[in-house]
């Protein structure tokens, strides 16, 4: 239930066994003309882990060359470590 963690925002929902969603932080959808943002960074980089992860040199070039890096953990959120 704890899969997912934003440490620079606070949740904008809480799914447990109620589901508390925290109204004023979603955006409201605002009529009018629909906008297509073209000037947005696309050097993010996107990993999923899994237990049999071992490329450590991989995923440090990718923090050294990505303005930012989304991991993806196993499961409900797991990463493997290295020994």
């Not at 799914?15 to 109204?23: K, R, T």
């Not at 996107?46 to 071992?54: A, E, V």
């Not at 303005?67 to 409900?76: F, Q, R």
Request: proline share 6%; charged share 15%.
């Amino acid at each position: 239930m704890e899969a997912f963690e934003t440490p620079n925002m606070p949740p904008l929902a809480i799914f447990d066994v109620n589901l508390a969603v925290d109204w004023h932080r979603i955006m409201k959808h605002h009529r009018g003309q629909f906008k297509v943002f073209k000037d947005m960074n696309t050097n993010i980089a996107q990993i999923t882990l899994s237990p049999l992860f071992t490329n450590w040199k991989a995923l440090a070039h990718l923090f050294k060359s990505s303005n930012a890096v989304i991991l993806s953990g196993y499961g409900m959120g797991n990463l493997p470590i290295d020994n």
